[in-house]
């Protein structure tokens, strides 16, 4: 379970430098690694414990956008780590949604080279 935690964090890191890169002007970390890396750790906590609260009071807003308000609320628990640690800066809420959606491609593409694929029976 630890091992699965630090790979999450591992892949929130690259998700948060990839956006950071990407976006430049728009993520401010002072070009330390370091800012990443509690950023990072800091949104895999908020992710694992504040995150499913969130998803199960906006249930009935999940439904009704067939799924795409977790755009929203995972924009807003990249937002919330900005308040949390204000060494990590983003410029305003849509500069969360667009890095969420980086991270969240990011987070898909190194978990499916990463993970190890579970045979499916037949």
Known sequence: MLRKFA???????LGLWAAAELMTGSIRYDDKLL???IAALIFSIVNAIIRPLV??????????????FTLV??????????????????????????????IWIVNYLLTELLEPKRAKPI
Do not use: C, D, E
């Open 7 to 13: 790979l999450r964090v591992l892949l929130n890191f």
């Open 35 to 37: 800012v990443l890396v």
């Open 55 to 68: 998803v199960l009071l906006s249930l009935p807003a999940i439904v009704l956008t067939l799924g795409l």
């Open 73 to 102: 609320i995972n924009a807003f628990m990249l937002f919330l780590v900005t308040k949390i640690y204000p060494s990590f800066h983003l410029r305003s809420f849509w500069t969360a949604v667009v890095a969420t959606i980086i």
